[in-house]
């Protein structure tokens, strides 16, 4: 599946939608369905759809809509769905705790495997089946563990350092909560979540709208 | 300012992300700046930024750069940075304790009043100085409150119903966590954070930068 290779961004993004959206019909029990009725949940047109769908070799055939169970197979392996990630968490602070706690995300294969944090008093306590061991060791830990995926929880003033450090250690998967691009090196895909930037996009239009019904 | 409404959400969205580098060249003291600088930090283009910027009457003169503070206030105002926000929490498990503990954003002014929650375990306990309430008294506490915006924590069951109860009480704009769309009626303005889509697309990204390793 070569064809993979030249996916835009944006169709990337749009995936773990559809993917949500055709386990929510799985869940109700509906095995089949349309580009007009994934359009009606997503709010992406039809033939956004289709054409998403297409560059990974065409599920469903033209009139007969696509089958929920096989398409919602097929986007979770594109997406690498289908296999196991240990994950690692730095800075156990009130957003890496949450993550660790986060339940959503287990469905798919996904095990916080520990969480590191300088506070001493964090130390020895664990969340869920993961430790929360001392940052100091965390070198020593990812020189002995496979690890997939880092998340960086810590503060902006420490999270560049973190990321190189992880970068030392293997860690090429990096899922950003500090409020601070990362400069990383070719190699290393770095997955943001700026929640300022979310908060202040919908600050921007709760004024607009509240402008606009004056 | 009329200009301002026919400005894409796509440039809303660079808008944060201005602000947040401005402030950080802010903090070290550097009190002039260009789009070729900013393009460096932000990954945007020059000609994308002097664009955008343009949209909102054109800050900084050709050849002369930027003020750093000045367009820093000047974006601060156009996304509404310059007022003040109450929020408040619905669900107050890890995610809404999380967002309740962040203090990322308080650097604008956003203060939340209080969370609400069914589990009578969590009844009485504060997070920072917001009061963890029982979710049964919201809507009365809604009506005695002026609330500009409300965080949707809750499972995702329960989020389309609790976001019609948010609306029916007046809010406008919702800040929804629950990995579920909201259907909501015009004039309500949803921003989602779906934790899982990010990850999905992470790990997408993962697999495809091994397979071109190997």
């Known amino acids: 599946m070569n064809k993979h290779e030249k996916i835009s961004p944006a169709v990337i993004r749009r995936l773990p939608k559809y993917y949500r959206y055709l386990g929510e019909l799985n869940k109700v029990g509906i095995n089949k369905t349309s580009s007009r009725e994934l359009s009606e949940m997503t709010g992406f047109s039809a033939s956004q759809i289709r054409q998403d769908l297409n560059n990974f070799g065409g599920f469903g055939q033209q009139g007969f809509g696509y089958d929920v169970g096989n398409l919602r197979n097929e986007i979770g392996k594109?997406?690498?769905l289908d296999k196991k990630y240990k994950i690692i968490?730095?800075?156990?602070?009130?957003?890496g705790?949450?993550?660790a706690n986060y339940t959503g995300f287990y469905e798919a294969d996904y095990e916080v495997v520990a969480l590191f944090d300088k506070n001493p008093k964090l130390k020895g306590f664990s969340i869920k089946d993961a430790l929360i061991l001392d940052s100091d060791n965390m070198e020593e830990f990812l020189k002995n563990e496979h690890i997939d995926i880092a998340v960086i929880c810590t503060p902006k003033s420490v999270s560049q350092q973190v990321a190189e450090q992880l970068v030392r250690c293997g860690i090429k998967a990096i899922w950003n909560f500090a409020p601070k691009d990362l400069k990383m090196p070719?190699?290393?895909?770095?997955?943001n979540v700026h929640l300022n930037e979310s908060l202040f996009s919908l600050t921007?239009?709760?004024?607009k709208m509240k402008k606009e019904s004056e």
């Open 97 to 99: 705790q949450a993550i």
């Open 186 to 191: 070719e190699g290393v895909y770095v997955e």
């Open 89 to 95: 968490i730095v800075g156990a602070g009130n957003i």
């Open 204 to 207: 921007y239009y709760y004024n």
């Open 78 to 80: 594109i997406l690498g």
